[in-house]
């Protein structure tokens, strides 16, 4: 069973272009989480999506960014038109049910995003 | 919204020596948990424990939660050069579906 894939791992982009990174969920997971790590700190919440529908978008900015995670395919995390402040480290982890229940989150190996 | 806080925000120990790292909350939590990361990865998770336990064992892990003082600890026994990694508690509030991570605690055991 193949854990969370993210892709890229890596990311190098120009200011003012846009950036998209992808998460496909462990087999059987409709639940997804975004999160953002900037060095020597802890992960903040963005987003957070079940099949089709956006549950929680409390921790992502309200301009430039957007989360999707549709029917068939990976979720996807747009941010367009970056800025250096967005380099970072983005991290998708899923669960099988609201983690309320459970708990626990199956992290993928993250996204470097390095903005010129 | 809500973070644990973990404490020290680095340790340095000799292989073979405990490790034990804080963490504390501000309300009242589900469950709280937690992760390891090591250098340029995913986070891992540990374990967890429910806000009705106190006290939850793993192998060489042993993690303690108390409600009254809103903190938690982990404690890993006879550490090894491979434990280093940055520990982290995620906690989620009462009601709350989404787990909040604080800034970790580094953890460099010399072999």
């Known amino acids: 069973n193949a854990g969370v894939m993210q892709n890229p791992r890596h990311l190098v982009r120009r200011r003012g272009q846009e950036a998209r990174l992808r998460c496909s969920p462990m087999?059987?997971?409709?639940?997804v989480y975004w999160y953002r790590q900037l060095p020597e700190e802890g992960l903040k919440f963005m987003v957070y999506?079940?099949?089709?529908?956006?549950?929680?978008e409390s921790g992502m900015p309200k301009e430039r960014f957007s989360a999707e995670f549709p029917k068939e395919g990976p979720s996807i995390l747009r941010i367009q038109q970056v800025v250096r402040g967005d380099s970072a480290a983005y991290f998708c982890?899923?669960?099988?049910?609201?983690?309320?229940?459970?708990?626990?989150?199956?992290f993928g190996e993250g996204s470097r995003l390095t903005v010129l | 919204s809500q973070q644990g806080e973990e404490d020290p925000q680095a340790l340095s120990i000799q292989e073979g020596e405990n490790a034990t790292m804080n963490c504390s909350y501000k309300t009242s939590i589900n469950n709280l948990q937690w992760y390891r990361q090591n250098s340029g990865r995913g986070l891992v998770h540990l374990i967890l424990?429910?806000?009705?336990?106190r006290e939850k064992h793993s192998g060489r892990l042993r993690v303690t939660l108390d409600t009254s003082k809103k903190s938690s600890s982990l404690l890993i026994t006879a550490s090894r050069a491979a434990d280093t990694a940055s520990y982290f508690c995620a906690t989620d509030e009462g009601g709350s579906y989404i787990p909040t991570f604080g800034r970790g605690t580094s953890l460099i055991v010399h072999p």
């Open positions: 982890a899923s669960s099988p049910r609201a983690t309320i229940n459970t708990g626990e989150l199956f």
């Open positions: 424990i429910r806000s009705n336990e």
């Open positions: 999506l079940q099949k089709e529908n956006i549950i929680d």
């Open positions: 087999k059987g997971h409709s639940h």
